[in-house]
């Protein structure tokens, strides 16, 4: 049977070490290691469809419903390639036995992909879709073994949204990128207490790309240069260490000290690079009075190439975060509409606290809603019309150290 069909979802991620920068454009290798926690698909999420059939004479690509243009992406015609290849070799190495899934890979599929979070917001969509293509691929071709290597070609942070819980691309040293790979570092059930919201701002403003950015930071900036090769390694350290031991006031620290580096660095580029408006460095100030006012890190911010923040917490602490945020950003929504996802409580810090937080409201609608959520799993087979495909061996890499 030469006509398959797989659903999938794969999640969307946030960096807590910061990737930016690349040692090789082509192959999408990093300058640094990164670290990330992946988001719960249940709020965050790319759900990707893939059919297969020898009457399809073109691959075609539907993105939120608009048909795009392989032949004009790159990426996308590397990850299609590579899983294609990867398939014929694994045939190949198995025998008569793969014969289907050798004429399959030939074969051209019909893609089409969308998100459950709004593209437009400027949330970062690319590492959930290239993670749920290339995850939906391995599973329509029944290929077996690590695809991070695979997805990383689409975009850098989807090999890390290949993985549920926490976890690392290390940036790797063979030049033709084969040990620079994503893997888990710790599941999502090792630190079920931590909550993370998604602050959606109101920004109009348009701004470079990552990949673009990145490019003119390698190019142009120094500080880049003193952040690879002195400060990265250490953090990367410390943020793995406070994961393992659940110390969440050391992983604040790094986390917002990685944030604010990342966007030091955006401004050490020439032109310098601006991602944070007036709303973000609002928030930053609510983070750091809390902290302040309770007297140790209970809540992180931390920003990727847009004004968006997402803040870490726990869940004591996730309820008097959601009352501050709800009082110094008023807005017009209904609670029910300002808090997406998760359902939370308000409720207001205790008096002592209060009195050393500046409590006075900025202007109206400043935050658009915001994503209650969690740390996820990874990708998830939904559906397919081949139950052998069930059975096919997880194409996620195993944990490295
Ligand atoms: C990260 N970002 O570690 C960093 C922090 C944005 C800021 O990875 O060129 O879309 O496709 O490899 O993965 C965004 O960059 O860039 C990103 P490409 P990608 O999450």
Not at 248 to 263: C, G, K, W, Y
Not at 339 to 349: E, I, L, N, Q
Not at 352 to 357: A, F, H, K, R, Y
Request: glycine share 6%.
């Amino acid at each position: 049977m030469s006509d398959r069909f797989v659903e999938v979802t794969a999640p969307s991620n946030i960096a807590i070490i910061k990737y930016w920068g690349k040692r090789c454009v082509d192959l999408n290798l990093p300058l640094n290691s990164s670290l990330s926690a992946t988001l719960c698909q249940d709020h965050l999420k790319s759900t990707t469809k893939i059919s297969t059939s020898p009457r399809l004479t073109d691959d075609e690509l539907l993105l939120n419903g608009c048909k795009q243009s392989i032949p004009q992406n790159s990426r996308i015609q590397k990850c299609l390639s590579q899983i294609r290849s990867a398939a014929r070799m694994q045939g190949i190495r198995q025998g008569n036995s793969s014969l289907d899934d050798i004429k399959v890979a030939s074969q051209k599929m019909k893609i089409s992909s969308t998100n459950n979070f709004p593209t437009a917001a400027g949330l970062a969509s690319s590492a959930s879709g290239y993670a749920a293509l290339v995850f939906g691929m391995g599973k329509l071709l029944s290929v077996k073994g690590d695809l991070t290597p695979i997805a990383r070609q689409g975009s850098g942070s989807a090999c890390r949204s290949l993985h549920g819980g926490f976890v690392k691309w290390q940036m790797g040293k063979e030049e033709d990128g084969s040990d620079s790979t994503g893997y888990q570092i710790a599941p999502e059930t090792h630190w079920e207490e931590l909550r993370i919201f998604v602050i959606v701002v109101n920004d109009m403003r348009k701004k470079v790309g990552s990949t673009a950015g990145m490019q003119l930071t390698v190019e142009t900036s120094t500080l880049l240069k003193h952040r690879v090769e002195h400060v990265v390694e250490g953090r990367m350290k410390t943020a793995c260490d406070a994961i393992k031991n659940k110390d969440f006031p050391t992983l604040a620290d790094v986390i917002m000290r990685e944030s604010n580096q990342l966007h030091a660095v955006c401004l050490d580029t020439n032109p310098p690079l601006r991602y944070l408006n007036d709303v973000s460095f609002m928030i930053m100030d609510m983070v750091h009075s809390y902290n302040t006012a309770v007297g140790s890190l209970q809540a992180a911010y931390t920003f990727d190439a847009g004004p968006n923040a997402c803040l870490f917490t726990t869940k004591s602490r996730a309820n008097e975060i959601a009352w501050l945020i709800r009082n110094l950003f008023p807005t017009d929504s209904s609670d029910s509409d300002f808090f997406r996802g998760m359902s939370v409580t308000m409720s207001a810090p205790k008096t002592s606290v209060m009195q050393m937080i500046d409590l006075n409201a900025y202007s109206s609608n400043m935050i658009k809603y915001v994503i209650c959520t969690k740390v996820g799993d990874g990708p998830r087979l939904v559906s397919c019309n081949d139950t052998r495909l069930l059975s096919c061996n997880d194409t996620r890499g195993d944990a490295a150290d």
